[in-house]
């Protein structure tokens, strides 16, 4: 039975093909080698039977249509190689007007794929957001990406660098609590990723790693990009497997999702690139219906009622939340107003109590504020919940000490406790909240102090916004600006350095959301975050990034990305062409300065050139107005500060 001929225009004038040349059209899904010679026109396909050669991108030599990849020569009016049986297949052509059609058969219904059922299952679990970059070894499933797309069921966002798609899926996961996916080619594409997946490993964060891989025959033979992708995240991501012909494909997936939901951690799947295509025979995606169970797990009761015990006879306790207390902060702020007791966090849990609390005393430790330091030290008790006791916060092990974590390898993990309570945080301390009658008893109530305590810090503030040498804008007083200028619902994407010890320290949060690389503490973190932000809360929140000059200049090609998708992100970076955090290391370890310079562009311009808001300031007094401009400003904005190294 013949099949339908579809005609589709490949060529609106027919003179841009001249005589004795051939280029590359389309006709449909179908690649086209179209050729002129002798005064007609012929339509071959355009892979050489050899290895695939594009022939569109070859030329005619003495007659014949030579392959750009190896040489090989067919005729170019009907594609007959002499001598050989690997002729090329012809296709019709008509010519009406000055234009050119190419007639293909029709294409049949796309028939399910096995990566069609993975990407299905994957959105049915809700991970609807993969940010990577398309390549050869992965073109199989991003075509399941696109149909799921279309569908409306996946937002793909291409990135520059998938060093920038796994940090913006690790700051996804950060914010929500839910992995989001990000997506690279064999090779160096995946092994890009190794960094951000290693933010999200260490910062508790869930993450799907979906990886193209070559194709299985050739593994081993030391093939292009050829990397041993398995062997390479063994490391790094906790389930970790090789997608295979026999796989149970949805099983597959949806255990990938569990293994990161539930250990809040990374998945990584590969995809060899003939598994990509095969037919999913059937085969139907799943959905987390009955899959999963729930977290909410009360503590043992003997290290409750000793928790109990020890709040009974507290009068000065002070409570120390950390990120991982970040979803349950409503019943700990409940809990600290029945006590009237001060609530500090370390820098990761930044703003997750805000300082205008009547108990907020803002974070604790290297970047943060005398008044925590000063409730932690004056403290007769500590209740410490989804904190790690980093040697960056310094909580105090003088005191009498509460820990409680939903992870019991966090518990105790650093230093003897004297309570450890392992349950879910809402539950747990929502059981202590049952007995606040007996609990706040003899409690001393501590708001005059704290207010006062930030009374004093104000007033130090304000000292040191009076420092000027004259050689940059102080980081203190871009601080204070932003302080007074930001949305009070800004979700903060904070990089490393100074710039992150000072906003800490003299940034006031009220609604806003932190995100940073905690405990890796990676250069370059801040921007892509803001994209996985974005992808997070899209209109509904306000984006800030706050960035030094060396971390934004790692991703800085991914402005072009904001711009595309025109994310409202708005970049502040403080400028001192420095990497100043390692030149006071260097300083304070008795070293030389060295190599710490940087040679930077002018940000406000290169902003400008990507099609997004450039601002620059060199004085402290355009601030205010700079500010307000950048976040007034509907699309991608940058705000480049000239800042002074030294004042900090």
Not at 304 to 324: H, S
């Amino acid at each position: 039975m013949s099949k339908n001929i579809i005609w589709h225009k490949v060529l609106k004038n027919k003179n841009e093909l001249v005589e004795n040349r051939v280029m590359t059209v389309e006709a449909g899904h179908t690649e086209v080698c179209l050729t002129h010679f002798k005064g007609t026109y012929n339509a071959l396909t355009n892979k050489c039977p050899h290895q695939g050669g594009p022939l569109g991108e070859g030329s005619i030599e003495n007659g014949l249509l030579r392959c750009p990849w190896h040489g090989w020569d067919f005729n170019p009016c009907g594609g007959d190689s002499e001598g050989f049986e690997d002729g090329l297949k012809s296709y019709e052509v008509k010519i009406e007007g000055d234009a050119i059609f190419v007639g293909v058969e029709e294409e049949p219904p796309h028939e399910t794929t096995v990566t069609d059922i993975m990407a299905e299952t994957m959105a049915n679990w809700g991970v609807d957001r993969v940010f990577g970059i398309v390549g050869h070894s992965n073109l199989g499933l991003a075509d399941a990406f696109r149909r799921l797309e279309v569908k409306g069921k996946l937002k793909f966002i291409g990135v520059r660098h998938e060093g920038a798609a796994s940090f913006a899926a690790s700051a996804y996961g950060k914010l929500t609590g839910k992995p989001a996916a990000c997506f690279g080619i064999a090779g160096p594409g995946s092994t890009n990723m190794y960094t951000g997946l290693w933010d999200a490993k260490v910062d508790r964060a869930p993450v799907l790693a979906l990886t193209g891989q070559v194709a299985t025959q050739v593994v081993g033979t030391g093939n292009f990009q050829e990397v041993d992708l398995v062997r390479a995240f063994q490391t790094v991501a906790e389930f970790n497997q090789r997608v295979e012909q026999q796989s149970r494909h949805a099983e597959l997936m949806t255990l990938a999702i569990k293994h990161a939901i539930l250990q809040r951690d990374v998945s990584h799947l590969t995809f060899p690139d003939q598994v990509q295509v095969l037919p999913a025979n059937g085969a139907k995606a799943q959905t987390p219906e009955g899959r999963i169970t729930t977290l909410e797990i009360a503590p043992p009761q003997e290290s409750l009622k000793k928790a109990i015990d020890l709040l009974k006879n507290a009068k000065r306790p002070a409570i120390i939340v950390g990120y991982g207390a970040r979803l349950h902060m409503e019943p700990i702020q409940k809990f600290a107003e029945q006590l009237h007791c001060p609530v500090m966090t370390t820098f990761k849990g930044k703003g997750q109590v805000s300082d205008s609390h009547r108990l907020g005393c803002g974070v604790l430790g290297r970047s943060g504020t005398p008044i925590a330091s000063y409730f932690m030290n004056e403290a007769d008790l500590l209740l410490v919940i989804g904190a790690s006791f980093s040697n960056h916060t310094g909580i105090t092990p003088k005191k009498p000490t509460i820990q409680i974590d939903f992870d019991p390898l966090a518990l105790s993990k650093f230093n003897k406790i004297d309570v450890a309570v392992y349950g879910e945080i809402s539950r747990t301390v929502g059981l202590l909240s049952k007995q606040i009658d007996s609990i706040k008893h003899n409690k001393i109530n501590q708001e005059k102090e704290i207010a006062n305590r930030w009374k004093i810090w104000k007033t130090e503030k304000q000292k040191r916004l009076l420092e000027n040498r004259d050689e940059g804008v102080s980081s203190i007083a871009v601080f204070d600006m932003l302080t007074k200028t930001a949305p009070n619902n800004a979700v903060m994407c904070v990089d490393v350095g100074n710039n992150a010890y000072s906003f800490g320290r003299y940034f006031e949060s009220e609604n806003h959301t932190f995100l940073m690389s905690g405990y890796l503490g990676s250069i370059g973190f801040a921007f892509p975050a803001a994209m996985g932000a974005w992808a997070a809360v899209g209109e509904e929140r306000p984006i800030i990034v706050v960035a030094g000059d060396g971390g934004f200049c790692q991703y800085l090609a991914e402005l072009t990305t904001a711009v595309k998708y025109n994310m409202p992100i708005k970049t502040i970076i403080l400028n001192n062409n420095e990497l100043g955090k390692i030149s006071k290391e260097q300083r304070a370890g008795g070293w030389d300065k060295w190599a710490t310079d940087l040679v930077n562009p002018n940000f406000a311009e290169y902003a400008e050139n990507c099609g997004a808001l450039g601002i620059r300031v060199t004085d402290k007094n355009e601030l205010e107005k700079a500010m307000i401009d950048l976040f007034n400003h509907q699309g991608p904005g940058l705000l480049e500060v000239f800042t002074d190294v030294k004042l900090i």
